[in-house]
C-alpha cells in the first residue's frame, strides 16, 4: 500500500503526522522553516488520504494501522530517532508509537490532541462523525462542508473555518476512502489510559488552541495530556488571535525550539 511520502532538509529528523481529512500540507501549512533552519523533515499523506493509496481493508484505520505506517515510514527513510509532530489523529498516532516504540522518539510535539481514553463510545459524536462520512461520499467536500455542525463554531470563525476545510478536502484523490477512515478512527484507542502518558520520558509540547476558534480539539484536552506527559509544556495562542496550529512559521519555530532540547539525529 504505497503511501505518498516527501522528504527534505539535513539535520535531526523531524516527521509531520496529519489529522483525519487533512493532508501532509496541513501541519505546518507550507512552512519551510524547519528545512531552512537545519531539519531533516519528512511528512506523508495518512492511508486513503491526500495522494496515498487506501487501505487495503475499508476498516484498517485503526490506531495500529496507522502506527504500523509511521514505524515502517521511518524505517524506509533512516530514520532511527525523530521527533515526531503530530496534529489530532496524527497526534495520537504519534503517541500511540512513542508508547509502543519508544526508541524511536526523541520528542513529541502533540497539536491540538481530541482522544481522551473513553470518548470513542460516546454516541453523539460517532453519530456526527458518521454524517460527515455520509456527506464526503454523497458530495465531495461541498458535501463533507454542508454535514459538519458550524452552528458550534462562532460567527467570527465560520467563515475561515468553511474555507480551509473546502481546501483540505479537495486535495484527496481517493475521497471514499477518507469516509473509511472517518468511520473507523473515531472509534479507534491509541492508548487505553491517561495514566500511560506519564510513561513517555522525552521533551515534549503540547500545542493548544482556544476553544472558540477550533471547538473540535478542545483546550482543556490539551491540558490533560500537558499534565500527564512526563516533561512537557503547554503552548496556546494569545486569546483572539489565530491558533498556532493554523501558523505554520509560528508552530515551525516551536518544533525547531523543541527539537534543540533532544537527541534526535
Known amino acids: 500500500m ?10 535531526p ?15 505546518v501549512m507550507g512552512s519551510r522553516h524547519l528545512e531552512r533552519s537545519g531539519h531533516r523533515v519528512l511528512t506523508y499523506d495518512a492511508r486513503g488520504h491526500g495522494a496515498s493509496d487506501p487501505a ?14 509511521l514505524v515502517a515510514t521511518m524505517g524506509e527513510h533512516g530514520m532511527h530517532r525523530a521527533v515526531l509532530v503530530g496534529a489530532s489523529m496524527g ?25 481522551l481514553p473513553g470518548h470513542e463510545a460516546d454516541e453523539d459524536s460517532l453519530a456526527g462523525w458518521d454524517r460527515l462520512a455520509a456527506g464526503l461520499r454523497a458530495g465531495g467536500a461541498d458535501g463533507f462542508v454542508e454535514a459538519y455542525d458550524f452552528d458550534r463554531v462562532p460567527e467570527g470563525w465560520r467563515d475561515t473555518v468553511r474555507k480551509v476545510m473546502q481546501q483540505r478536502l479537495s486535495v484527496h484523490e481517493h475521497p471514499d476512502a477518507v ?3 472517518i468511520g473507523v478512527v473515531p472509534r479507534s484507542a491509541p492508548f487505553d489510559s491517561l495514566n500511560d502518558l506519564a510513561a513517555i520520558d522525552v521533551p515534549s509540547v503540547v ?45 515551525s519555530r516551536v518544533i525547531a525550539d523543541l527539537v534543540a532540547r533532544t537527541d534526535a539525529v
Open 56 to 69: 487495503p481493508d475499508p476498516q484498517a484505520y485503526r490506531y495500529e494501522d496507522l502506527a504500523d505506517d
Open 91 to 115: 497526534a495520537h498516532t504519534a503517541v500511540r508509537v512513542a508508547l509502543r516504540r519508544p526508541e524511536l522518539v526523541a520528542g513529541l510535539v502533540v497539536v491540538t490532541p481530541a482522544f
Open 13 to 27: 529528523p523531524v516527521v509531520l503526522l496529519h489529522g483525519l481529512t487533512a493532508s501532509h500540507r496541513y501541519v
Open 179 to 181: 469516509a473509511d477512515a
Open 2 to 11: 504505497p503511501l505518498h511520502v516527501e522528504v527534505a532538509g539535513d539535520g
Open 207 to 251: 500545542v493548544g488552541d482556544h476553544d472558540d476558534a477550533d471547538p473540535g480539539h478542545p483546550l482543556e484536552t490539551a491540558r490533560i495530556y500537558a499534565e500527564a506527559l512526563r516533561d512537557a509544556e503547554l503552548v496556546v495562542e494569545d486569546e483572539g488571535k489565530s491558533p498556532i496550529a493554523w501558523q505554520g512559521g509560528q508552530l
